[in-house]
């Protein structure tokens, strides 16, 4: 399987994504829309990613390249093509889908439970997951469930954590991330000024330590992506 990933910044790679593609026998290939790549050809990929960034849905004026990544988000959605949002992309997925992208109440930082609601217990995909389990969340934002979409997790912090229409997955959560995928994002983080006191935020060096869930997540997301490739075959 050809696998298209969309990345924002250069700090939020694919993470144990790629480690499940090279163990699957995929191939991954990259576009930075931040360094101005073009979007890709339809005709390029099986499977499309969208991982996370700092920025938000609205802000096309600093950042003109989300005109043409909605665009293509559009046509992929039209087409219902298999796509993966994440994070960012998940907040992309929704807005495109109907579902507003707000300010959440709390800024979700850290391990924090998230469990399936009763609606996706049987999901073909949601159904892959743990019933309740820690994910790793860095998130200010959330999106509302798009219209006609399968509610699949939520937290205590944020009820929005993943949703699926079809072959369109969104997860606020992320599954991808390792504990050295994530030392960029603190160091970019702590440049920018980010404050790590809030009620549903931990501090890098707590979470950092939690070794045994990061291996635990890894098997997490493997599960998620072999479950995701069978459906969309």
């Not at 993470?15 to 499940?20: I, M």
């Not at 339809?42 to 849905?57: K, Q, R, T, Y």
């Not at 993966?84 to 924090?112: D, M």
Request: glycine share 8%; net charge negative.
């Amino acid at each position: 399987m050809r696998i298209q990933v969309f990345q924002h910044v250069a700090y939020e790679g694919a993470g144990t994504l790629a480690e499940w593609a090279e163990h699957r026998g995929h191939s991954l290939a990259f576009t930075q829309w931040h360094l101005g790549d073009p979007a890709p050809a339809f005709d390029s990929f099986d499977f499309l990613v969208i991982l996370g960034g700092p920025m938000n849905v609205g802000e096309e004026a600093a950042y003109p390249w989300l005109r043409a990544e909605k665009a293509f988000l559009d046509a992929i959605l039209a087409a219902d093509r298999p796509v993966l949002g994440i994070c960012l992309g998940a907040q992309l997925l929704a807005e495109r889908l109907g579902g507003a992208v707000v300010r959440n109440a709390w800024r979700e930082i850290g391990w924090h439970a998230v469990e399936r609601p009763a609606s996706a217990q049987m999901d073909e995909v949601f159904s892959a997951l743990p019933q309740r389990f820690e994910a790793f969340h860095w998130h200010g934002d959330t999106f509302a469930i798009p219209p006609g979409a399968r509610h699949g997790l939520f937290s205590e912090a944020c009820a929005a954590q993943a949703f699926r229409v079809r072959h369109c997955i969104g997860l606020q959560c992320h599954l991808e991330f390792s504990k050295a995928s994530i030392q960029g994002l603190i160091e970019a983080s702590k440049a920018e000024g980010e404050s790590f006191m809030d009620r549903y935020v931990q501090q890098p060096e707590a979470f950092l330590a939690r070794t045994d869930l990061f291996e635990q997540l890894r098997e997490i997301n493997f599960e998620l992506l072999d479950r995701i490739s069978a459906s969309a075959d």
